[in-house]
């Protein structure tokens, strides 16, 4: 079955870092670039950062620029979001998702994971 | 970055109903666009890309139009199922992709 699952969200402190995973099954995961999208309770989708299949090229939202980082290991077919500084209005579903052309639309979606930044 | 702004925000309608949601960009993005479905507690589903394509297995009642900064996704007959959050998605800036603040469809 072709599907995205992410872990690792969870309750951290202002100013700590968790790391986000989201392992790939049921297509071939290093040809295909893969992003991070996340949504505040109640609010619209905001896209955070991109990788492309090889891992050599990624990008940022301005927003998490220099605290966030993009990863991925396609020997295990996942995809991470390494995230520092952790702010509240870091708070939010994260979303990973597949490029199916490597042109920044998502055909494919995990069903996310939640991170409470709050002391 | 590239804004894009959804109207209206919130749209009551009956099934059976004909729905159009409009999306304009704050600069030309040519056809650089996909629209997505999104309902409580669910992840987002794709519906459009390059403006117009239908991805594979959505009905055919979704339709998308536009180019430059000005898109429309239509529903020709509301069913049941697309009472939902529809978001539009620029892709034209690769490294900074941008979301529309979404369009909410009510039962009216």
């Known amino acids: 079955e072709v599907q995205l699952l992410e872990s690792g969200g969870g309750l951290v402190q202002p100013g700590g870092s968790l790391r986000l995973s989201c392992a790939a099954s049921?297509?071939?995961?290093?040809?295909?670039?893969m992003s991070w999208v996340r949504q505040a309770p109640g609010k619209g989708l905001e896209w955070v950062s991109a990788i492309s299949g090889s891992g050599g090229s990624t990008y940022y939202a301005d927003s998490v620029k220099g605290r966030f980082s993009i990863s991925r290991d396609n020997s295990k077919n996942t995809l991470y979001l390494q995230m520092s500084s952790l702010r509240a209005d870091d708070t939010a579903v994260y979303y990973c998702?597949?490029?199916?052309?490597?042109?920044?639309?998502?055909?494919?979606w995990g069903r996310g994971t939640l991170v409470t930044v709050s002391s | 970055d590239i804004q894009m702004t959804q109207s209206p925000s919130t749209l009551s309608a009956s099934v059976g109903d004909r729905v159009t949601i409009t999306c304009r960009a704050s600069q030309s993005i040519s056809s650089w666009l996909a629209w997505y479905q999104q309902k409580p507690g669910k992840a987002p589903k794709l519906l459009i890309y390059k403006a117009s394509s239908l991805e594979s297995g959505v009905p055919s009642r979704f339709s998308g139009s536009g180019s430059g900064t000005e898109f429309t996704l239509t529903i020709s007959s509301l069913q049941p199922d697309d009472f939902a959050t529809y978001y539009c998605q620029q892709y034209k800036s690769y490294s900074a992709l941008t979301f529309g603040q979404g369009t909410k469809v009510e039962i009216k």
């Open positions: 998702a597949k490029d199916p052309t490597g042109t920044g639309y998502f055909d494919l």
């Open positions: 049921g297509f071939t995961f290093s040809s295909f670039a």
